[in-house]
């Protein structure tokens, strides 16, 4: 392991960020960005996120019988068997730059 992968994200309000840093991010506290009318984060002119993620290493985890839904759900297996709802567990690192920009014209 120990890849690094690169993205970015351009955004042209700061309620999108939410979609990196997940639904219950407080933006404002974050950022300090100010919050408009009602407390949602005010409309800014546009931005950019770059993103850089380091795995150092992941576990996966498989059932160690045959799948549970390759044929109809039996309830009698159901209740036998422990199912695994979780696939993977990834440890790394990840360092983001966001770039906010509220000028009305670049020269």
């Known amino acids: 392991m120990g890849f690094t992968s690169f993205d970015s994200y351009d955004f042209t309000h700061t309620n999108e960020l939410n979609l990196i840093f997940g639904g219950n991010a407080d933006l404002s506290t974050l950022f300090g960005f100010p919050k408009g009318a009602g407390g949602s984060v005010a409309k800014i002119k546009g931005g950019i996120v770059v993103r850089a993620v380091q795995l150092n290493f992941a576990f996966y985890i498989d059932s160690s019988t045959q799948p549970t839904f390759k044929d109809l759900a039996d309830q009698d ?19 983001m730059l966001t770039i906010q920009v509220d000028a009305e014209k670049m020269n």
């Open 77 to 95: 297996f159901l209740k036998r068997e422990k199912v695994n709802y979780v696939t993977s567990v990834e440890y790394g690192r990840m360092g």
